[in-house]
């Protein structure tokens, strides 16, 4: 249900957030599964990789394509005037690559799980959704919003002849934006439910609940402005360095500013990434019930100094 250029790099932040949110469920069924055979260790075996393909089979691309049937110029950003402009090889890029790209993010995120590098699990999360608002703010020629915001050909091309706020106001009336609502809606909603309630079902696991320092409301409030707004305002930062400075000087000093906001130790942002309660470190199940507290009674144990 997004333009086509972008569609790559949110299929695979959803993918990342999705392992990120499941990610002590992830490394209980690692630990467990340890020991057993090949056939229950099988990708496909992990019920959380399987729903992340399901949901970009069946939300993600159904939505995208009707939206590329429906209006080829919105959904190419008007690299396509219609349907005669749209290559088939798009089609078939489209409807393989949004799955391919969501499996990609997650097993990747996944392997940064679970050997305990959780923080850059998260940055995968942020890449990406740094990559697809870019690409709506900025784009490739720096028309990228004017690409979102304009319904049709006609409406692109004349966008210098009219107001931003007009062209916004038609965008928000025309059909376009109509089917955006009612796609968003099950696809935002259903990967928001699933965020969150992977994310709750984490931290209801033994043990597990210590790690998060806040109420679960603020520590999901977290969350969705680490993975969401964050990336959001980095994009908007990077295009208006862009603009004033050129690509040359811009792009260089958003990279410096965007690697001491995220990879300094004393980053507020890796802060408030511990107050969430998410895996930080590599946290497994012992498959020994041992009679030393409740931990390991229930089978769980955390391993701190990993």
Not at 183 to 193: D, K, N, Q, S, Y
Request: proline share 4%; charged share 15%.
């Amino acid at each position: 249900m997004i333009q086509i250029q972008s569609a790559l790099f949110w299929a695979y932040a959803i993918g990342a957030t999705f392992a990120l949110a499941a990610g002590r469920q992830l490394q209980v069924w690692e630990r467990i599964n340890a020991g057993e055979g090949p056939r229950t260790r099988s990708r496909a075996a992990n019920p959380y990789l399987a729903l992340t393909a399901l949901f970009a089979a069946v939300l993600m691309v159904p939505t995208g394509l009707f939206l590329l049937w429906q209006n080829p110029a919105w959904a190419t950003m008007h690299v396509a005037q219609g349907h005669e402009g749209v290559w088939a090889g798009f089609v078939l890029f489209y409807a393989g690559g949004i799955p391919v790209a969501a499996i990609l993010g997650f097993l990747v995120a996944q392997a940064l799980v679970l050997v305990g590098a959780g923080y850059w699990a998260y940055l995968q999360c942020v890449g990406g959704y740094f990559l697809l608002f870019g690409t709506l703010i900025h784009g490739w020629d720096g028309r990228g919003y004017e690409r979102l915001f304009s319904p049709d050909a006609r409406d692109f091309a004349d966008w210098r002849r009219d107001s931003v706020v007009n062209h916004v106001l038609d965008f928000l009336t025309s059909g376009t934006f109509l089917a955006l609502l009612v796609f968003g809606a099950a696809v935002i909603g259903t990967m928001l439910l699933t965020e969150i309630g992977w994310l709750m079902e984490g931290w209801s696991l033994p043990g597990a609940d210590e790690d998060r320092k806040v109420h679960r409301f603020l520590a999901i409030a977290i969350a969705a402005a680490g993975v969401y707004g964050l990336p959001f305002v980095g994009a908007l930062i990077a295009s208006v360095l862009v603009r004033l400075l050129g690509g040359w000087i811009g792009l260089p000093l958003f990279a410096v500013l965007a690697g001491l906001t995220l990879l300094s130790r004393r980053s507020p942002v890796r802060w408030l990434y511990g107050l969430v309660g998410v895996p930080h470190r590599h946290w497994r199940a012992d498959l020994d019930p041992g009679p030393y507290g409740d931990s390991h009674e229930t089978g769980v144990t955390s391993d701190r100094s990993a």
